[in-house]
């Protein structure tokens, strides 16, 4: 490019004294003519020496496009990263997802085929069952119970695996009552689970059922104003009244 300029240069000093030297009456003004000519060719080709072809500049802008997607990888992967770490909320248990239970309802335990009224007590934890005549036994090294369910007018014999034992103080007396817990499928309405139930006489109360706060937690929302809200049962059922 050095040799380019010079030889320009030499070329518009030569043609300049040319000028001079052979062409009588040639003015000052065409001889600075003359020379802005030849310094704008020299101007126009340094600037095509410095100038980087359409192939680099072509390459560069694929580069710097590169470069760009590359950080927006990074950032989508960064934004992932930290969604992932971030402690999620829990999900709030949608109403509507909620079966309504009245303040009593048909229930059918499916274990002993036997379908009873039921009453839903949100204060009481656990959920009792009437069973009558009640003998603790062994087999095969585990706890067992018999005891009579009373369905109407007839009575069942039963026998279930003991879970175990719990302690219900009675407000009345505040005495401790030791009872034995059973496994029991229990169903309302088109709702159906496995749930603990305890034994013990409730020949002095209304219902021979009570539902406590673990079988319905989650899954219903009691309406005291209701009853049956969960369909009429499908043979007469004997209610005695719950305090």
Known sequence: MIRTILALLSLSFVSACSITSTTPGVTQKQLKSALDKQQQLIASQIAEQCTPP????????QVQALGQSLQQIDDKKLTMQMAQTMPKCPETPSMQDKM???AIENAYL????????????????????????????????????RFTLINGQQPI????????FV????????????RPVIHAHLQIGSYGQTTEINLTDRSHLDYPL????????????VDVSKELFQGEPTKPISRQKDN
Do not use: Y
Not at 121 to 134: F, H, N, P, Q, V
């Open 157 to 164: 014999v039963h026998e279930a695996k003991v879970v175990r």
């Open 100 to 102: 309504i239970l009245g």
């Open 54 to 61: 359409k192939l680099v500049t072509g390459l560069q802008q």
């Open 210 to 221: 009570l539902l406590g706060r673990k079988f319905i937690k989650d899954i219903a929302i």
């Open 167 to 178: 302690n219900i103080r009675q407000s009345a007396t505040n005495n401790a009552d030791r």
């Open 110 to 145: 499916s274990t002993f085929k036997t379908q009873l009224v039921a009453r839903i007590d949100t204060g009481a934890e656990s959920s009792s069952l009437d069973a009558r005549e009640i003998q603790n036994f062994e087999r095969d090294g585990d706890d067992w119970v």
